[in-house]
């Protein structure tokens, strides 16, 4: 029987840990991959070449195996990190890693309790936008390049594990922004996590109506975009044809149709203008529609936002502390594209409360 290798160190478990975010942990105290320490640990080359998906949602027993042992780990104390067992449909969390938002506030309290950055399992549901903790949106662009991605774990100096930008390389962190609380968009959240609970016909509602947000309309863009909400910047992704359009979105772009979605169904209205009375109608169009809708069905009639000034004086204190912020500070030097687009997602921060 061959001896089983055992990691010198390998950090324990948290009740409310991701089981990838744990192997990715673990990893990153030896500088390497979950895959290169289970080739290692296997005696394998190669290891099993597991997606996030995969490893959350379908992780191979063995392998399960093999982690616990050689990390003096209990094996039930690592399935119960898995998804799969958490009574809810697999349509019901975001896929793509590059889809999932962190809570910066979360990960500077562990950095102040002395532990390792890791992500919470509530964090990959399809409705989970605002930290239920802190009530903060949940992010994945970096605070300090606005460049959105996959954060890397790695090992600092001092021995712990942080979540890194890969392209400027800072640690995820809340302090330099304040964060606004968002009540209202965490309100909507409850109403979309009950209704996934609860299964069955709202459920099949919940589903159905975020396919007719995302459906391609006769020119090609989702339909969302053009019922006048307010939107998140930058460019909107590409329309969905598939069952579960949230599995798939950003947490901006699922705010926005997860309140959408509760206006729709159950009349609740978050901090966004109303929705026109022709996309009601055209949602019942849709609940007839076995499949697709129909491509050529006409947009409803565009909402114009009303644009509320603010005193002059608050816009004054709103460039005031752009300019004395530390990510003005870090401004590509040179006058240019680059410089422009920052200065104006400083400017989109501010006026949006970030």
């Known amino acids: 029987m061959r ?22 942990r673990v990893a990153s105290h030896y500088f390497t991959s979950p895959q290169r320490i289970e080739s290692w640990i296997s005696g394998t080359p190669g290891g099993r070449n597991q997606d996030f998906f995969s490893s959350d949602f379908h992780p191979d027993q063995s392998a399960i195996r093999l982690w616990a042992r050689a990390c003096r780990i209990r094996e039930g104390d690592l399935d119960r990190l898995s998804l799969q067992g958490a009574g809810r449909p697999k349509s019901s969390f975001v896929g793509d890693p590059l889809d999932r938002g962190v809570c910066p ?21 399809v409705e989970a936008v605002v930290c239920p903790r802190h009530g903060t949106g949940l992010e994945n662009n970096c605070g300090r390049c606005f460049r959105s991605g996959l954060f890397q774990f790695r090992q600092t100096p001092a021995g712990v594990v942080r979540l890194f930008c890969r392209y400027c390389g800072a640690v995820v962190s809340a302090r330099g922004f304040q964060r606004r609380y968002q009540a209202e968009i965490a309100k909507v959240g409850k109403v979309i996590r009950d209704a996934i609970a609860k299964g069955g016909p709202e459920l099949d509602l919940v589903t159905k109506a975020s396919r ?44 926005v149709t997860i309140a959408a979605i509760t206006e729709l169904l ?6 966004t203008p109303r929705l026109p ?71 989109l921060r501010a006026l949006n409360g970030g």
């Open 277 to 347: 009375s022709s996309a009601r109608k055209a949602f019942r169009q849709f609940e007839l529609e076995p499949t697709a809708p129909d491509l050529q069905a006409p947009l409803p009639t565009q909402v114009a936002s009303t644009v509320e000034l603010r005193p002059e004086h608050e816009y004054g204190k709103l460039a005031t502390d752009i300019i004395q912020s530390d990510c003005w500070k870090s401004l590509p030097p040179k006058a240019g594209r680059a410089r422009s687009r920052a200065i104006g997602r400083l400017m």
């Open 3 to 24: 001896q089983v290798r055992l990691l010198p160190v390998a950090p324990r478990p948290l009740d409310d840990e991701l089981l990838s975010c744990w192997q990715w």
């Open 105 to 125: 506030v979360c990960l500077d309290e562990d950095a102040e309790e002395g532990r390792d950055h890791y992500c919470r399992r509530s964090w990959v549901s």
């Open 212 to 255: 007719f947000f995302w459906a391609p309309t006769s020119d090609g863009p989702p339909y969302i975009t053009a019922l006048g909400l307010p939107l998140p910047y930058g460019r909107p992704p590409s329309a969905f044809t598939g069952i579960a359009p949230l599995m798939s979105l950003s947490p901006a772009w699922r705010a």
């Open 266 to 271: 159950f009349g609740l209205v978050a901090e």
